[in-house]
């Protein structure tokens, strides 16, 4: 799942991909409805790449908490985060264990499920397994044929 380029804008509801920059700021498009926006640098932006979430060792990256939960809901969509309290708080003790219950609140949960499914919902969760083991075939591959060339 690539998230380099998905953004939380403060204020503004769900997530946006950024698109480009200009001298004033950026041009980011929401992934709820699709429309474009010119957001300041003044503003309060996240980048989801750069979020962690804090456990009792230390701070796991958002990335990976997105990718346990693809692998466990097998890239459908996790329960919504209108769920009660005690359900989501549940369900994220199975996706992460040992998440600091102090420092973690429901409200971030909240944030955490709604942008897996909003992800979810737009085919942006994808299995990175499949990727890996198909340049391993193909680097296996291309060994055979060099040793042809070789003996020919």
């Known amino acids: 799942m690539n998230i380099e380029k998905i953004l939380a804008i403060s204020g503004k509801p769900g997530l946006y991909e950024l698109k480009i920059q200009t001298r004033t700021g950026f041009v980011a498009e929401s992934l709820l409805d699709g429309k474009k926006i010119t ?3 003044k503003a309060n932006v996240s980048l989801l790449s750069e979020i962690s979430i804090y456990t009792y060792e230390a701070e796991k ?3 990976e908490i997105l990718n346990t939960i693809a692998k466990k ?3 459908g969509p996790a329960i919504s985060h209108k769920e009660d309290a005690a359900t989501l708080a549940a369900y994220f003790k ?3 264990p040992d998440y600091d219950e102090e420092r ?3 409200s971030d949960i909240k944030k955490v499920l709604n942008w897996y499914n909003l992800l979810q919902s737009k ?3 994808k299995d990175e397994a499949p ?3 198909s ?3 193909s680097v296996t591959e291309e060994k055979p044929k060099k040793a042809k060339a070789k003996k020919a």
Request: glycine share 8%; charged share 30%.
């Open 39 to 41: 957001v300041n640098l």
């Open 61 to 63: 990256p958002l990335a």
């Open 73 to 75: 809901e097998k890239n």
């Open 94 to 96: 199975e996706i992460l």
């Open 104 to 106: 973690v609140y429901g």
């Open 123 to 125: 085919g942006m969760v």
């Open 131 to 133: 990727k890996a083991s």
């Open 135 to 137: 340049k391993e075939e």
